[in-house]
Every structure is written in C-alpha cells, then in structure tokens.
C-alpha cells in the first residue's frame, strides 16, 4: 500500500471514528458554521470581517469536536449533558454571522415589496392601524414579551431537564436548534429593516409608542442586539437585514408547539407570553405581518423536515442518536 492509499485509509477511518461521536445537535452546528465559512471565503474581498468569521468558526468546530471526543473517552454524564447546552452561548454568534453576510451578498432592501404585500392582504399598513390601540401599559407588557424570544426556548428545555425527562430535552433542544439556524440562513432570500424604518420615524418612537419604566431599556437593548450603537446618526443603514421571515413568530410557535406536543409543565405561560410576542412584533413596529405568515410557514415547515432530517443522518450513520448525550 503506498502512502496515498495509507493517507486515505487513516482519514476513512478518522472519518467513521467522528461519526460515531457527533450529534445531529453537532452537525447542525458545524453545518451552518461550515455555510458561513464557505460564503466568507467565496466572497472574501466584500465581506465584512470575513477572517473573523472563518477563525471563529475554526476555534468553535475544533472545541465541539474535542468536547465530543473527550466526553466519549470519560463516559461523564456532566460532559455529555454539557455537550448538550453549549448550543445555548453558540446560537446568537451564528445570528451575528448571518447578519454579516445578508447585506454584503445581497445589498438590496426588499421593504417596499413587504408593504406592498401587506397593503394588498389588509387594504392598509398594519402597524399603523395597531397605533389607534397604543397604552404605555400595553406597550410595557408588549416589550416584556418581546425580549423573552430567546428565554422561551431555554425555559422549556429546563423544565424537560428538572423533570429528568432528558430524551424530550434532547429531542426538543434538537428541532429547536434546527429552526433557529434554518431561519438564519432564510434571512437571505428578501432582506428586509422593518415598519419602524419604512412607515414610520423611528427617532420618534419613544414618544409614539412610550412605555412605563422598563421599555426605553428594553427597547435600547434591542436595538444593540440588532446592530443599533446608541448615538448612530443613520440606524437604517447599519440596522440587522432580519426581517423576512419572521424568526421570532417562527421560532415562538415552534416552541408553542413542541411545548405541547412534548407536555411541558410550562406550555400554558410559554403560549401565553409566545402569542403576545407574536403580536408585539407588528404593534412594537419591528415586522410586517407577511414576515409572521412566511414565519409561521416555515415553523410548520421545520416540524415536518427536522425529523426527517434526523433520521437521515442516523441512516446513513452520520451521527450518533441523541442517546449519546443523556
């Protein structure tokens, strides 16, 4: 056998060896890392902190593999649960990827096609309409609602985990996950800012739609999560193309659904507090209401090809079965 051959056969065998050890959960995550890469590398010379991005995702596919390999050699049941929630930190740095990415490869605003769409379906602007309802009570409750889209998820795998139902935990964490990074990367078909740019003023938000005591906080802390520094004289231009769809309408009632399907204790205020999100996006004025229809699409969207997808990998023995991390 000569040294080509010999090279091959270690790798075939370091590839069989990597299959045994990664998750789905991992494979999604190298997945999207891998996308990003591929497109930072294509379009290296126009985009944004491109080696960024590629040395990030270096340093985090080399950490979830060695967690994984290192969790497979002690057998600790601390490290595989941990191999589990590491998604948690990994899912916001694959947003900001995404957002760095959007505007570069496609620089194009699709607002005017979204408020078309709208104006056909409803005859008038929504978030216009929903101003005529405007309380500083509901908006404080409204905004509450609206920054617990990333606390929602959590709540309910922790509910799985504190009831020792670990296999419900790790089937929702998976889905869950699955959608987030599906949703990202459908962030590049229609970039688009939102009605608080197009429709209406939004230096002058806080006096058209003030709140109680928190909202101008909340509302500060949002804007900074979506590329918005306080004092930027032009938010348009740097605001996060995140519009279409709607990734907090899709993500709300995948959670809604899976809470239910999977009977968590917390499904009655997780629907509660997910539908008034829902409605928080238009009447807050950060999405049209075509951004919650292509959401709520992709939602139903996301449990019919997740599980498939799952079993495909198992299949084709790609990954190992979530059984590895409980």
């Given at each position: 056998?000569?040294?080509?051959?010999?090279?091959?056969?270690?790798?075939?065998?370091?590839?069989?060896?990597?299959?045994?050890?990664?998750?789905?959960?991992?494979?999604?995550?190298?997945?999207?890392?891998?996308?990003?890469?591929?497109?930072?590398?294509?379009?290296?010379?126009i985009v944004p902190r491109?080696?960024?991005?590629?040395?990030?995702?270096?340093?985090?596919?080399?950490?979830?593999?060695?967690?994984?390999?290192?969790?497979?050699?002690?057998?600790?049941?601390?490290?595989?649960?941990?191999?589990?929630?590491?998604?948690?930190?990994?899912?916001?740095?694959?947003?900001?990827?995404?957002?760095?990415?959007?505007?570069?490869?496609?620089?194009?605003?699709?607002?005017?096609?979204?408020?078309?769409?709208?104006?056909?379906?409803?005859?008038?602007?929504?978030?216009?309409?929903?101003?005529?309802?405007?309380?500083?009570?509901?908006?404080?409750?409204?905004?509450?609602?609206?920054?617990?889209?990333?606390?929602?998820?959590?709540?309910?795998?922790?509910?799985?985990?504190?009831?020792?139902?670990?296999?419900?935990?790790?089937?929702?964490?998976?889905?869950?996950?699955?959608?987030?990074?599906?949703?990202?990367?459908?962030?590049?078909?229609?970039?688009?800012?939102?009605?608080?740019?197009?429709?209406?003023?939004?230096?002058?938000?806080?006096?058209?739609?003030?709140?109680?005591?928190?909202?101008?906080?909340?509302?500060?802390?949002?804007?900074?999560?979506?590329?918005?520094?306080?004092?930027?004289?032009?938010?348009?231009?740097?605001?996060?193309?995140?519009?279409?769809?709607?990734?907090?309408?899709?993500?709300?009632?995948?959670?809604?659904?899976?809470?239910?399907?999977?009977?968590?204790?917390?499904?009655?205020?997780?629907?509660?507090?997910?539908?008034?999100?829902?409605?928080?996006?238009?009447?807050?004025?950060?999405?049209?209401?075509?951004?919650?229809?292509?959401?709520?699409?992709?939602?139903?969207?996301?449990?019919?090809l997740e599980p498939r997808?799952?079993?495909?990998?198992?299949?084709?023995?790609?990954?190992?079965?979530?059984?590895?991390?409980?």
């Open positions: 056998m000569n040294r080509l051959q010999q090279w091959r056969t270690r790798v075939a065998d370091e590839q069989l060896q990597l299959r045994g050890v990664l998750t789905a959960l991992d494979w999604y995550t190298l997945g999207i890392m891998a996308v990003y890469s591929v497109l930072a590398i294509v379009f290296y010379p491109a080696t960024t991005i590629l040395v990030t995702n270096v340093l985090f596919a080399t950490a979830i593999v060695a967690i994984a390999w290192l969790s497979q050699l002690t057998a600790s049941r601390t490290l595989r649960l941990l191999r589990f929630f590491y998604v948690i930190p990994m899912v916001y740095p694959m947003y900001q990827q995404s957002q760095q990415l959007v505007p570069a490869l496609h620089p194009r605003d699709y607002d005017w096609l979204l408020i078309e769409l709208d104006r056909m379906l409803f005859g008038t602007d929504p978030t216009r309409w929903m101003a005529k309802f405007a309380h500083p009570v509901l908006t404080e409750y409204l905004q509450l609602c609206y920054v617990s889209f990333y606390l929602l998820p959590i709540a309910v795998a922790l509910s799985f985990f504190v009831q020792r139902r670990i296999p419900t935990m790790l089937r929702f964490g998976r889905m869950i996950v699955f959608g987030f990074y599906v949703s990202y990367l459908a962030y590049f078909a229609l970039p688009a800012i939102g009605p608080r740019f197009t429709l209406h003023d939004f230096s002058r938000l806080d006096e058209e739609l003030p709140g109680l005591v928190l909202t101008p906080a909340l509302r500060a802390l949002v804007n900074e999560g979506g590329g918005i520094e306080p004092g930027e004289p032009f938010p348009e231009r740097v605001v996060n193309r995140d519009c279409f769809p709607s990734g907090h309408t899709m993500m709300t009632l995948l959670t809604i659904v899976l809470a239910w399907r999977c009977r968590s204790v917390l499904r009655v205020p997780v629907t509660i507090v997910g539908l008034s999100l829902i409605v928080a996006t238009v009447y807050l004025r950060y999405h049209y209401v075509v951004d919650l229809i292509a959401g709520a699409a992709c939602a139903l969207a996301m449990l019919w997808v799952y079993r495909l990998l198992l299949e084709r023995k790609i990954a190992a079965p979530d059984t590895l991390l409980g």
